[in-house]
């Protein structure tokens, strides 16, 4: 089995940067996606890690540790748009479909 | 290009009634899921399809049953519901191959409640 760990809620400041924590525990591993969604929208795919590091894309990175079984989500110059749910989904090795197992979320609010 | 999209976006549906949530892509994906989002659960897999006429149970599907006909619709019926699946559905499809790994696209969910 999987299991994620996300911390449920966080605040941070307009234009200040933000480190969202996921950790896990997987039979195997074979990736690790984050998602950001809005209240009351669909997921939009943020990030994927497969290896170890750092991963940027623009304001957004996502690092990833497979021995420590941890990533986390760092956004820089935070925007009020920001505020969202931020999920953590890992792939696992056994059984097909490109299945995904989902965090809770951590629910970020960004105020000025 | 839609990407995904799902039919209807809100239902209210008395116990024991039936429905068929519809989910559509039209970007030629394998991989189609149906997950449910219920407050401090996160989403979870209820039922997914690898192909047309291919289809397996996730995570939480009792209570659902799952169609798919043509690649690029995938169909959740819930046959006599219960308050219990009160819930967002979100349907997601992915290119597919299991040995890459892709993100997956989600449609914009189905609000439904049983009363």
């Known amino acids: 089995g999987q299991n994620i760990d996300q911390p449920t809620e966080m605040t941070a400041t307009e234009g200040a940067i933000v480190q969202i924590n996921c950790t896990y525990q997987t039979s195997g591993f074979n990736g690790l996606f984050w998602y950001q969604q809005h209240a009351g929208e669909a997921p939009t795919f943020l990030s994927y890690?497969?290896?170890?590091g750092l991963e940027e894309k623009g304001r957004f990175s996502s690092f990833l540790s497979r021995s420590k079984g941890y990533s986390y989500l760092l956004l820089k110059e935070l925007q009020m748009k920001d505020s969202a749910s931020y999920l953590c989904a890992v792939k696992g090795l056994t059984g097909g479909g490109n299945k995904l197992t989902f965090g809770t979320g951590t629910q970020l609010k960004v105020e000025l | 290009n839609a990407g995904v999209t799902q039919t209807p976006k809100f239902q209210v549906l008395k116990t024991g009634q039936s429905m068929t949530l519809q989910c559509a892509q039209d970007m030629n994906h394998e991989y189609m899921y149906w997950y449910r989002q219920d407050p401090g659960m996160g989403l979870r897999l209820i039922h997914y399809?690898?192909?047309?006429?291919?289809?397996d149970q996730g995570e939480v599907p009792n209570g659902y049953n799952v169609s798919r006909l043509k690649k690029q619709n995938f169909l959740l019926g819930l046959e006599s519901a219960a308050p219990s699946q009160t819930s967002v559905y979100f349907c997601?499809?992915?290119?597919?191959?299991?040995?890459?790994?892709?993100?997956?696209?989600f449609g914009p969910g189905t609000r439904l409640t049983v009363t």
């Open positions: 399809s690898v192909g047309a006429g291919i289809t």
């Open positions: 890690n497969v290896l170890d």
């Open positions: 997601a499809s992915t290119p597919g191959h299991s040995s890459v790994s892709y993100e997956q696209y």
